[in-house]
Structures are given as C-alpha cells and as structure tokens.
C-alpha cells in the first residue's frame, strides 16, 4: 500500500524554493517496473533525456540494463563517463555536433557510441569524418513514420537510402529508428492500432531489405506511450524514457501503465495579494512551461488551487475566499512534463525516508560536459 505522504519532506525547514526532488526509492521502482514490462532486459534501451542524470543512469546499469538512447552530446558524453556499453545519439549529427561527436567516440572507447541520419549528404558527411579518425560509425536509418519531425519517408526512397548508405565506408548500418511521438491516444486500443498501422510499413521495410541480400535490420521503436504495445514485439528495441520520473501528464493519459511519481518540484506561498489569490516562488524559470497555464502544475497537497498567472519568478493561483493558506505554507507539485522542467534545474535534492539525503547533479542538462 502506498503511503498517502510519501512526498512529505520531514525538514523542510532546510530546504530552499522553488526546488526539483527526487525519490530514489521511486526511480528504482519505476526501472523494476519498466524492465518487468518486457520479456528480455537486453531489448530495453531507455531514453536519458528525462533525468539527465548519472546517479540514475547508473541504478540502470546496476539493474541489468545495458543501452541507452540520448538527444544531445552532453547526454551522450554523461553516458560514457558512466560506462554504458551501447549508446544511440537520436539525433543526426552535423556540423560542429558531428566533430563533437567523433571526438567522443575516440575519448569513451568503452562505449559503442551510435548515430541516426536520414538523407544521404549527411550519411556522406559522417563517413567522410569517421574516415580521417579511422574508424566506422554504427548508424540508424531515422524513418519518419507519421509524426514529421525528423526522418526519413517510408517506402522507395528509404529502401534507396539504406542501399545509398551500405556503400559509404566509414559508416556501418545498424538498424532502423521509428520514433512514433506522435501516437498518445489515452486508449490504449485505439493507440494499439494506430500503431500497428505505423509499425507495419517499417516490417515491411526490413524484410525488403533482407531480400536484397543485407542483414536483418535492428528496429529501434516508439517512446513512452507506445512502450506497452512495442515491448510484446519479440525482437525490437524499446526506448521509453519519461518511466524513470514520472509526470502528471502522462500519469493522466496512460493510465495502464503503473509508474510512479518520483519527481517533484516544492514551492512556497510568498505573498498574498488579495484575499482569494496566492503568490508561489514557481515561475517559468521552475516548471516546464509549454503547456497551457492550468496544466503545467498539480499540486498533491493542494489539488483546488488553479493557476492564473505566471511570469519568471511568480506564479498566481486562486485559491477562493475564506482560504486558510500564509506565506511560508509548503506546497508539493508534480510537473505535467517533467522533462523539460528536469532542465531547468541544475541539481535535485535526493528524498529518503521523507528526510533530505543528498543530491543528484542533472550534469547534462548543460550543453557541454567537457566535449
């Protein structure tokens, strides 16, 4: 049974607003959890993007798992300061990114670093680079199966691609990439079949390219919301990523999937400026702030409270009439996309036995570690 306070903070006292905790105990539950969805460990390679972190990165180490996928260098390069075995950079390295990373490759030679591409002049670019150190790139073809943000369009010209790509000598191709973001219908059959829609024409791909002679293709495939669906697959890899923390906004869509919130951000009532509304230490700078002003923010311990407005430093919620809030009052919130809003903070504060243990530094929310 879970505790109704297991949020609580004992001494809070201490602790300073507005401020990103963390629930160790949590992460670890939500790694179990994820790997407990999945018939084979070695088929789960987690997104970094959500913590950032190397104290969690380890802990999923430490449980079995061995590959990891990134967005950016900085994450890429914390993965490699952790030792992870097989990392994919998702994303298609060009320009001064493309010679930051070769410079990774060559300084983590432990790991096997990875990379997408999804036209042929970038192909071309990341061979030609890989050449002169002398070594070859594991890539990924980036497909673009609905969601047209990056990749490459399915059918001929993909086919065209992955036969472009073999003759490059300085790349090696791994795989396939489906990054299906944009499937997040809450129900769960109407996401399964949008899915399976999506998901066959990149089967349909792979058993091209086999009959032409090649290796089969890896399929790396779909994020958080699609996990469940593509972790009955046998032989794909699965990238959720927001598991390990948990938000609202994902607890609120997919309700089937039983993680756990493990991140919060803790702010403080500074002001009341009239008798109905209160003034939090949450503004922009705080909490991830793309979403619409009402769904930024659930506050556990004050779920009536309604957000009205916001700035850097600030933010205001109605509180209604006759309310019983004062400065200094402690309020507990779980972000809608905590994501993002695990960027905006350069450390958290580690939540044991609902006492501060420590801290845990998001060391690649920077854009440079040391590469």
Request: contains cysteine.
């Amino acid at each position: 049974m879970v505790s109704e306070d297991w949020y609580t903070i004992n001494d809070i006292e201490k602790l300073d607003t507005p401020v990103l905790v963390v629930y160790p105990a949590r992460v670890k539950k939500n790694i179990d959890t994820a790997i407990g969805m999945i018939d084979n460990v070695a088929r789960l390679r987690p997104h970094v993007k959500t913590h950032k972190c190397a104290e969690v990165t380890r802990l999923m180490l430490q449980a079995g798992i061995t590959k990891f996928k990134c967005a950016t260098i900085a994450e890429a390069e914390m993965l490699g300061m952790c030792k992870a075995p097989d990392v994919l950079l998702a994303y298609q390295p060009i320009g001064p990114k493309l010679d930051r990373f070769i410079r990774l490759i060559s300084l983590y030679p432990n790991t096997k670093f990875s990379c997408l591409v999804d036209n042929l002049p970038a192909s071309v670019g990341i061979s030609e680079a890989a050449i002169k150190k002398e070594i070859k790139v594991p890539v990924y073809i980036d497909l673009n199966v609905g969601q047209n943000r990056t990749g490459i369009k399915l059918g001929d010209v993909a086919l065209a691609l992955y036969v472009n790509c073999q003759a490059l000598s300085g790349i090696e191709i791994v795989g396939l990439h489906a990054y299906d973001g944009h499937i997040h219908q809450p129900d769960l059959a109407e996401r399964t079949e949008e899915c399976d829609k999506c998901f066959e024409k990149v089967v349909k791909l792979q058993s091209e390219i086999v009959a032409m002679g090649y290796p089969k293709p890896v399929i790396v495939a779909g994020g958080l919301p699609t996990f469940p669906i593509h972790a009955k697959r046998k032989e794909i890899e699965c990238s959720p990523g927001t598991f390990v923390y948990w938000d609202k906004g994902y607890q609120t869509s997919f309700a089937e999937q039983n993680f756990l919130p493990a991140a919060l951000v803790v702010t403080r009532v500074i002001s009341l400026p009239n008798e109905t509304t209160l003034c939090l230490d949450l503004g922009h700078k705080s909490i991830a702030a793309e979403r619409e002003l009402k769904t930024r923010v659930y506050f556990i311990n004050a779920t009536k409270l309604e957000a009205v407005g916001q700035s850097e430093e600030h933010l205001v919620v109605e509180a209604g009439k006759d309310h019983k809030y004062k400065t200094g009052d402690v309020i507990y919130g779980m972000p809608y996309h905590v994501c993002p809003t695990v960027a905006l903070y350069e450390r958290a504060i580690t939540i044991e036995d609902n006492k501060m243990s420590g801290e845990w530094k998001n060391i690649a929310r920077d854009r440079k570690i040391t590469i």
